[in-house]
């Protein structure tokens, strides 16, 4: 049954779970916890089901016991979201209030808070399965300056700057998303520089970059599977090399550039392949490859779904790698 999923997945995470109800992470993983159907994140006091049942009715049965369950289980939810991923209404896609009044709109991983919105979009606004990059990000880039390309709400760039990072630029093609991230510069008191926020396309943007002889200290990399516009195409099955080679100029001498990869369908020794090419030269190196958390890939012991593609050497579909950068002369 679907409640003893569930409950095996609690005890596996228990220690994720802080006392404030505060904190983000994935609850249940059905693609590695016996039920491809359904996953489910937590988001302070709310809780966001995602039905990923290819017809959403045939998901409905295990996403009301879930709800039931829950409620039971952890009776200080105060909010619950469900989200229909292949439903041919957009507003099923970026979820209906189920449950409470209102979703949670903050979030605190690391002791950073995160403005979200659960009903932004079909991702909620945040990406669990990048939390070790964010914790990288408040390690490592103290003093640096900073691009996020395809910034989405901004956490990447958020956790550098309170890590102590001395610029952080956004770029991000819609404007709602860049929103969110000026909401959590406030929650953190982070002063806001307009100039910081960019809105608009990848490939004119870093072309002015280039232009204005910008550079960085890390670039961060990790674009939708797929994305077309007037001024280029963003396709992760078909070349992450012309992405990573278009943002390379950009970046310092000893500098790093976060390549993330969440396709799917591409493999990991396929990925890991591409870079490798990349770094044949010498001016790009392989310094780690920073895995995703526990609680995002779910209980080992549980049974896992067939794999779209095999993500090893990765330990999941999204393959993270931080690469050094040496600049010619």
Partial sequence: MITELIEDALTFRAAFFDERHETAFRLFNGFTESNPDLAIDLYARTLVIHNY????????????????FLLERLPWIKAIVVKARNSQDPREKRGRLDYGDAPDRKILENGVWYSIDPMLNRDSSFYLDTRNVRLWASNRLKDKAVLNTFAYTGSLGIAALAGGAARVVHLELNRRFLNVAKTSYTLNGFPINKSDFQTGDFWPRVNRFKAAGERFDCVFLDPPIYSATTRGVVDLAKSYTRLINKVRPLINNDGYLIAINNALFVSGAAYLKEIESLCV???LTIEEMIPVPADFIGNPE??????VSDPSPF???TKIVVLKVRRKG
């Fill in 302 to 307: 549980a049974e896992h779904a067939t794999q």
């Fill in 281 to 283: 030269d010498g001016y």
């Fill in 315 to 317: 330990n999941h579909s």
């Fill in 53 to 68: 049942a290819e017809k959403p009715e045939q998901g409905l049965a295990s996403v009301q016991a879930a709800r039931q």
